[in-house]
């Protein structure tokens, strides 16, 4: 499994991105895709995560309201939509599969990574 995110940059206070992350999984409507971001020095932290269907979304408090999740299945792709970005919202962020269908914030529940692509937000 290969997991290709893409979409990070410099982006203003305020401004907004899409990360994208491509997998090549075969059944990838089966598994649920997660974004996770981490700074130098700290643990990976959750940020948000959808169901094998797309049909259920979770979201940390730090971004809830502002970043939303998708998921194409015909595509393989899941999405990270950030709005209304702050300069804490930088880090390095990450797509990851959990290989059941039910998502979950718990990184160790999660098998295959994404190299990670940087956002940095300035102020």
């Known amino acids: 499994v290969q997991l290709q995110a893409s979409g990070g940059g410099l982006v203003q206070a305020g401004g907004s991105l899409r990360l994208s992350c491509a997998a090549s999984?075969?059944?990838?409507?089966?598994?649920?895709m997660g974004w996770f971001r981490q700074t130098p020095g700290k643990e990976r932290e959750f940020v948000a995560a959808?169901?094998?269907?797309?049909?259920?979304?979770s979201y940390s408090d730090s971004v809830k309201g502002r970043f939303t999740i998708s998921k194409d299945n015909a595509k393989n792709t899941v999405y990270l939509q950030m709005n209304s970005l702050k300069p804490e919202d930088t880090a390095v962020y990450y797509c990851?599969?959990?290989?059941?269908?039910?998502?979950?914030?718990?990184?160790?529940?999660?098998?295959?990574w994404g190299q990670g692509t940087q956002v940095t937000v300035s102020s």
């Open positions: 990851a599969v959990r290989l059941y269908s039910s998502s979950s914030y718990d990184p160790n529940q999660y098998t295959y």
């Open positions: 959808t169901s094998g269907r797309g049909d259920s979304t």
């Open positions: 999984v075969r059944t990838f409507s089966s598994y649920a």
